[in-house]
């Protein structure tokens, strides 16, 4: 892994409805220098989204409010957002929920708990491509 690049100009926005887990991700991402928003709801991340436009979102899916699907196919459908990279980042594993984040355009997804390879790994390589 290329510790070297510089990725502070890019900003990656985390929504999650657990304060523990933003933490946790925040603490992770730290060695990769990028900004960091914050979200704790679906309707809080979208409006983020739309104000902000970040370069990546890591999303999970079970919020209440709004869930992170709902979010994904929002930001899916709209011209100005559609090229923002979303990794869904949740609990919910299943077959099911994998293939229904990737069918509606997640461009990856990462299983909690969270291991911070993984994690860095697949924001350098979304963040690569930009």
Do not use: C, W
Not at 88 to 104: G, N
Request: proline letters at 5%; hydrophobic letters at 45%.
């Amino acid at each position: 892994m290329d510790n070297t690049k510089d990725y502070s100009r890019f900003t990656v926005l985390i929504v999650d409805d657990i304060p523990v887990n933003i933490i946790l991700l925040k603490t992770m991402l730290a060695r990769t220098n990028v900004g960091i928003l914050t979200a704790t709801n679906g309707e809080n991340a979208l409006e983020i989204v739309r104000k902000q436009k970040p370069e990546l979102v890591l999303l999970d899916i079970h919020m209440p409010v709004m869930d992170g699907m709902d979010v994904l196919k929002e930001i899916k459908a709209d011209p100005e957002l559609e090229k923002i990279p979303v990794i869904m980042v949740s609990a919910y594993t299943s077959a099911e929920d994998i293939e229904r984040s990737m069918s509606l355009g997640a461009s990856g997804f990462i299983k909690k708990p969270v291991i911070m390879d993984n994690l860095i790994s697949s924001v350098k390589s979304e963040l690569d491509k930009i």
